[in-house]
């Protein structure tokens, strides 16, 4: 029960976060009537996830362990990416809010519909697929018992509850404020997707170094245990990462995280990026 | 986000969902699938052996903490597959495609360490399933897989002989007539290994027919011709009966010593099938080779087989290179087994005296019909 519960927490986590600074974001900067287009994404993939993962476990046709990483890991990387391009559209739109610009702002937004259905869409959907499989096997067990479903619902269902519990969290903080923090939280997580996503393909062989360990943790943080699974579930840490992984990670966090700070605080002032970089 | 990256996004997903498909095989859910059960301890595989192609391992969690299930390659450390979070009371599936070789299962509880292993082997694919491993990795398997079958004919040799010589030397005429065809079958079955070693064949498997003068004879047809005994031959003395059984004994354990470490070539093997067969040519379908008990039908199906395995070895190499011979073997294997067991009777088969001319003219054109494309194998193989 508990272990199920946790699978679902975590992976409930890491669908759920990305979505959630999203919708803060435009709750915040007075853009509700967008939202819909977010859950447009979601509802998307949760179907296409949930009916391809019917599909591989009851249909004729499964798919190899090596595709099903090669898909997890270039969802990852995509949604990446998809991120990143929200990361600085916020970035640039934070600059001119309040400002009298904010209809073309907001003309910008609006004419970005396929693209933050696809954000909705690719943060839900990279572990999507992965979660289907397991709520259908766990709904295959259901005849023996039906606890292992019942772990992973309420696992989900506690994600999305501390899911809001950040978006209420982070909308009563100040408007300046705000926008850096939910944008640097935002970098920090997709580091950890894509450093998660070069993990897949490494284990896919893919690419190499899966064994070569920059450090392991695992005896004291077990991946299994609540502190794992938040970890995880929030900056997608792994207790054992690769060297590949760390370096993908530092290479992506570092640069991008400065390169948005300095959009953020537009000033040159060198003591702000001093004070960040 | 513009409709070209969308565009290419879809596409790169799509395709490799189309790549990575493969067959579910739910009728294998039943009979085909591996079951794995994992605990907080112990990982038991159902099997530990497969046939190579697609496999699917069934993991059920029975343990209290998630768990992950791996197939890794035979250096321990490439992951063929896995699956992960596994929870408790959660069966899942992994679908894997793997060529014939070594391998080991590992749970994993907790999702920590190096899981809890065991080897595991795939073995030649069932029809029409491909195995993408190159050549050199299916010679490696086919000779040994021969050698593994070397071993263990050779051991069960030495365990009747010894029960053999044990009869005989006691004076137990009954019990050693009946042990003598069954167990020289160990023999006729890898009978090119056996008379390799030019020192111990003669002493062991020589024909009084065939000795020299000078020569000594010993081993399984002095046995014989004394169980056999024809008019006016004097049976040995207890004490000679004894002398022979014990060097038969001895002999053979010093066989078995030396095929231990043996290792073998692919046109060693296809080279001793087509010797398996010139030795039933030979001596078998003459009758020469047992004179006085006339069990040569037992040695007939012992060198049949002994050939049909050095095929079998080798099959995954003709397979896509020459489909046409493996057939013509296939079909000519089965036919002679058909035609040879017509004389079945009992455990064992008439004796050659029983055979009408006929019926052994047919069985030599059968043992040719299968020793023509028998000799084509060799160049096969060796590609």
């Known amino acids: 029960m508990i272990g ?18 999203l919708v803060a974001y435009l709750n915040k900067s007075g853009r509700k009537h967008l939202l819909p287009r ?3 994404g979601i509802s998307c993939a949760v179907l296409v996830s949930l009916g391809f993962g019917a599909l591989l476990t009851f249909g004729p046709k499964g798919l190899t362990f090596e595709a099903q990483e090669m898909i997890g890991g270039s969802l990852s990387i995509v949604a990446v990416g998809l991120v990143t391009w929200m990361i600085f559209w916020m970035a640039s739109a934070a600059k001119t809010l309040g400002s009298d610009l904010k209809t073309r702002v907001d003309r910008v937004a609006d004419s970005s519909t396929l693209g933050l259905v696809l954000v909705g869409a690719f943060a839900v959907g990279r572990e999507g697929l992965e979660t289907a499989l397991f709520l259908w096997a766990a709904a295959r067990a259901t005849g023996e018992t039906w606890q292992p479903l019942l772990g992973a619902f309420l696992g989900i269902l506690t994600a999305i509850f501390l899911g809001t519990l950040l978006n209420r969290g982070v909308l009563k903080i100040s408007l300046s404020k705000f926008f850096t923090i939910t944008g640097a939280l935002l970098v920090i997580v997709a580091g950890g997707v894509l450093a998660y996503g070069v993990h897949d393909l490494q284990e896919a062989g893919f690419l190499p170094g899966l064994h070569n360990l920059a450090f392991d943790v695992s005896h004291i943080i077990a991946p299994g245990g609540v502190m794992g699974t938040l970890l995880k579930g929030i900056f997608n840490f792994s207790p054992a990462t690769t060297w590949l992984e760390a370096i993908v990670w530092v290479a992506y966090v570092l640069p991008v995280m400065f390169l948005y700070l300095r959009k953020v605080f537009s000033s040159p002032a060198a003591t702000v990026r001093n004070e960040n970089a | 986000m513009n409709k070209t990256s969308t ?4 596409l790169v997903v799509g395709t490799l969902a189309l790549a990575g498909c493969t067959d579910n095989t739910t009728e294998a859910s039943t ?8 605990t907080n301890d112990t990982c038991n595989v159902s099997t530990d052996t497969t046939a190579g192609g697609t496999i699917k391992f069934d993991v059920k969690n029975e343990g209290s903490a998630v768990t992950e299930f791996y197939l890794l390659a035979e250096d321990g450390l490439r992951i063929v597959g896995e699956v992960e979070n596994i929870g408790p009371g959660v069966t899942r599936d992994l679908v894997v495609m793997a060529p014939q070789g070594k391998y080991f299962t590992a749970c994993k509880p907790g999702m920590v360490g190096d899981g809890i292993r065991a080897a595991f082997t795939v073995s030649e694919s069932a029809d029409g399933q491909e195995v993408s491993a190159d050549r050199a990795a299916l010679q490696k398997n ?9 071993k263990d004919q050779t051991e069960q040799l030495v365990r009747g002989t010894e029960k053999f010589a044990e009869a005989f030397a006691s004076g137990d005429e009954e019990l050693a007539k009946s042990l003598y065809a069954p167990t020289r079958m160990h023999w006729e079955r890898i009978e090119p290994v056996a008379e390799s070693f030019g020192d111990l064949d003669p002493i062991l498997d020589a024909r009084e027919a065939d000795l020299e003068a000078g020569d000594s004879f010993t081993g399984w047809h002095r046995a014989e011709k004394d169980l056999w005994a024809p008019e006016g031959y004097t049976k040995m003395s207890q004490g000679d009966r004894e002398e022979i059984a014990t060097k038969m004994v001895e002999d053979t354990k010093e066989l078995y010593t030396r095929t231990q470490s043996l290792e073998f070539t692919p046109d060693q093997l296809a080279n001793g099938a087509k010797e398996l067969l010139d030795e039933v040519a030979t001596g078998k379908v003459t009758g020469e080779e047992e004179t006085f008990s006339h069990t040569d039908l037992w040695d007939f199906q012992a060198n049949l087989e002994g050939a049909k395995i050095a095929y079998e070895d080798l099959q995954p190499l003709l397979a896509g290179t020459d489909d046409a011979l493996d ?3 296939k079909t000519n294997f089965a036919a002679l087994q058909k035609q040879l067991d017509a004389y079945r009777e009992g455990d064992g088969f008439k004796y050659y005296q029983d055979l009408s001319d006929s019926q052994i003219k047919e069985l030599a054109s059968g043992v040719d019909a299968l020793s023509e494309p028998l000799s084509k194998l060799t160049a096969v193989v060796v590609k």
């Open chain 2, 7 to 10: 565009a290419v996004a879809v």
């Open chain 1, 4 to 21: 199920n519960y946790l699978i679902g927490l975590r992976e409930g986590l890491e669908a759920v976060l990305i979505v959630v600074l």
């Open chain 1, 38 to 40: 977010i859950w447009a």
């Open chain 2, 327 to 329: 057939e013509e073997l």
């Open chain 2, 31 to 38: 009979d085909g699938a591996i079951s794995v059960v994992s």
């Open chain 2, 142 to 150: 086919a000779t040994d897989q021969y050698a593994a079958y070397v």
